[in-house]
């Protein structure tokens, strides 16, 4: 069975456990790393969080 190893963490994981659309990009991220990104970004440019979610962010403020 063919593991992937992430480029964040480090860990081997299965193909179904990585992000897809970062895999179709060419970039092996977990999904676990891609919530952490996803969630770091967030407090970057919502760090008293406003928002209700990083969509919502974009939609609304940004
Ligand atoms: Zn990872």
Redesign the pocket.
């Given at each position: 069975m063919n593991v992937y190893k992430?480029?964040?963490?480090?860990?081997k994981?299965k193909k179904e456990q990585l992000d897809p659309e970062l895999f179709n990009e060419g970039e092996i991220?977990?999904k676990?790393?891609t919530e952490f990104l996803l969630e770091s970004g967030r407090d970057f440019v919502d760090p008293d969080h406003n928002y209700d979610s990083f969509e919502d962010w974009e939609e609304n403020g940004g």
């Open positions: 992430c480029e964040e963490c480090g860990e994981f991220c977990c676990n790393c």
